[in-house]
């Protein structure tokens, strides 16, 4: 464990430090001319109720996130309190599943940032029915999993 330790923090400290001094392109720096305006955090936190895709799209992503994290979190330990499945054969089907099917929707999924709200709805739809389904595993057992 000490080891593995290290190594993420090894992994995330070298991710910050090329993350934060990477020089940005200078198209992305603004025109020279204008003046930059600096922003305190709480007037830009009142512009995220001003601009209404932005607050939609952030509140799924944060719904989603959270619904990730839980789903992971719970199913590997679910399998190690009832004894039923392995945590770590879960976890890497996971991976090669989301892996795969990056590789083989990737014509289907946008990389415009243009996202279909039919499409988005179904995947919010399919992760509600799936947190359902888990939370139902404490009467179901692993059938609903």
């Not at 940005?24 to 600096?38: M, T």
């Not at 892996?99 to 509600?128: E, I, N, Y």
Request: net charge positive; aromatic share 10%.
């Amino acid at each position: 464990m000490n080891a593995f330790s290290a190594t993420i923090i090894v992994i995330a400290l070298t991710t910050g430090i090329i993350g934060y001094t990477a020089p940005l392109p200078s198209g992305s720096q603004g025109h020279q001319d204008q003046p930059q305006q600096e922003m305190s955090m709480l007037s830009q936190l009142r512009q995220l109720w001003t601009h209404r895709a932005f607050l939609v799209c952030s509140t799924a992503m944060l719904i989603a996130s959270v619904a990730f994290g839980a789903v992971t979190t719970f199913i590997a330990l679910y399998t190690k309190q009832s004894g039923v499945g392995h945590a770590g054969i879960y976890l890497m089907l996971q991976a090669v599943v989301m892996v795969f099917c990056r590789f083989a929707l990737r014509k289907r999924v946008p990389s415009d940032g243009q996202w279909h709200p039919r499409f988005v709805v179904g995947l919010l739809t399919s992760m509600a029915i799936g947190l359902k389904l888990l939370a139902l595993a404490v009467y179901g057992g692993a059938s609903f999993i």
